[in-house]
C-alpha cells in the first residue's frame, strides 16, 4: 500500500497532483496530511526527504517530487499515462500554440 504525505489540497496544488493522478486511475493509498502554513514551520521540513510536499512512500521506498512521484506510478500502473503515443508526448509539452487542424487542439475551444 502506498502512502501519499501532502499538505492542504486548496493551497498546495504540488500535493494535489499526486492525490488526483492516483484518485483517477483508481490506485489505493493512505493519505498522510501534514501542516503547511507559508510562513510558518511546517511539520514535515524534517522528514520529508526534499523538505517538501508531496512525497510517496511504497515500503522502503520514497519518491519526492510530484513529477517523480507520476513517473514511479507509471512504471506500475499502465493507467497512468495515455496509450496513445501523441497523448503521451503531449503531458509534458507545453500547451500548444493554436493550430486549428492540429489534432492536439482538438479539443482546446479557447
Ligand atoms: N517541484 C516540487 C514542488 C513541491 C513544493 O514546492 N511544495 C511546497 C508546497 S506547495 C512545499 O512543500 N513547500 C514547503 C516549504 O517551502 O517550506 C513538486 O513538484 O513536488
Redesign the pocket.
Known sequence: MYTLHI?NKNY?S??LRPWVLMRACGIEFDEVLHR?TPGSP?DF?GISPS????WLEDGDTVVW???AIAEYLAERHPQVWPADDRARAWRVAPPPKCIPASPACATNTA
Open positions: 499538505t498546495s504540488w500535493s503547511f511546517s521540513r523538505g517538501r510536499v508531496p517530487d510530484s513529477l
